[in-house]
């Protein structure tokens, strides 16, 4: 099947086009001056009625007047539902993953929303994953999926960014560890303005599900995809643009025999378009489920090539 025609099947699966942006409505809560940057805690508008919780890390220096590139981080799952962007912005959660805040002293422009069912996104009435399970059946029989929601407030955290004076709009980039990463190539295809990504320890594909009878998060499931092809493909749509994946060798969720099918399929995309040097990939070994130094090194190197000697 060909990219344009995978393209549209994966849409349909989805859930079908996104509706027209309504006004953001953005609100800021709360900005309080921290180490080398200012933390701000914001709302915006992803659909009429459904604000996303975020935070905004603004670099010491960086103005309407001296703008700064900006990356997108999307935190992970790891069945911690009271965590979400609070981990990648530095209040809370395991100081591997303070990556916004890592980012923010680099001088980029750093956003950090709250996924659904995470953090301030949870129903009081339902505890912990309940929630989340009953959002993923509730898209499900409306004819969508959670990959859909998921890229519609992405690309309305690109919006975002967009209108920050701060941020200089043609160098956005987004990263994201475990169900991040999953967030990262869902968004990828459908949002041109990120000009550079990188994934962290996460593409686990429909053949490996079902090889080792995996239990994912929901974005990974895009219902009736797997008649027309797998999660690398929607990797592959992201081509030409610039790409880093990283990867553990023995990672369980992401298992390794998958994982190395599917780069080939990615770099196979990138090759078609001429673009080969824009996808790049690092498969750690003797490492599982986690953001080692050399895996941030190869995100901090990405971002520092394709955002700001951009």
Not at 27 to 35: E, F, H, I, P, Y
Not at 60 to 89: I, T
Not at 157 to 172: F, G, K, T, W
Not at 186 to 204: K, T
Request: proline residues 9%; neutral net charge.
């Amino acid at each position: 099947m060909n990219p344009t025609e995978f393209r549209s099947r994966l849409l349909a699966c989805l859930g079908g086009p996104w509706p027209d942006p309504p006004p953001l409505r953005p609100v800021l809560r709360q900005s309080t001056q921290q180490n080398g940057y200012r933390l701000e805690s914001v709302t915006y508008e992803a659909e009429p009625g459904d604000p996303i919780p975020a935070l905004v890390l603004i670099p010491d220096g960086v103005s309407a007047s001296h703008p700064a590139p900006a990356v997108a981080v999307w935190h992970q799952h790891n069945g911690q539902w009271q965590l979400g962007k609070s981990e990648p912005a530095g209040l809370a959660g395991k100081p591997m993953h303070h990556t916004g805040v890592a980012l923010a002293r680099e001088g980029y422009v750093v956003l950090c929303p709250d996924a659904l069912c995470f953090e301030e996104r949870q129903a009081p009435q339902l505890k912990a994953g309940d929630f989340e399970r009953y959002e993923f059946l509730r898209y499900v029989v409306a004819g969508k999926c959670m990959a859909w929601k998921n890229i519609l407030d992405m690309r309305r955290a690109v919006d975002y960014l967009c209108s920050r004076p701060e941020v200089q709009p043609q160098r956005i980039g987004c990263y994201g560890h475990s169900m991040g990463a999953t967030h990262t190539w869902l968004v990828g295809p459908w949002e041109p303005r990120l000009r550079c990504l990188v994934g962290n320890c996460c593409l686990p594909t429909y053949q490996a599900i079902h090889r080792h009878h995996l239990i994912h998060c929901f974005p990974n499931f895009v219902p009736g995809l797997f008649a027309f092809g797998d999660t690398p493909d929607i990797v592959a749509l992201i081509a030409p643009r610039p790409l880093h994946l990283n990867f553990g060798e023995l990672d369980a969720g992401s298992p390794i025999q998958e994982v190395r099918a599917g780069i080939e399929r990615i770099a196979a995309a990138y090759a078609e378009q001429n673009a080969s040097a824009q996808f790049s990939c690092f498969i750690e070994p003797h490492t599982g489920h986690v953001l080692s130094d050399a895996m941030w090194q190869k995100a901090r190197d990405w971002f520092a090539r394709h955002l700001r000697a951009a």
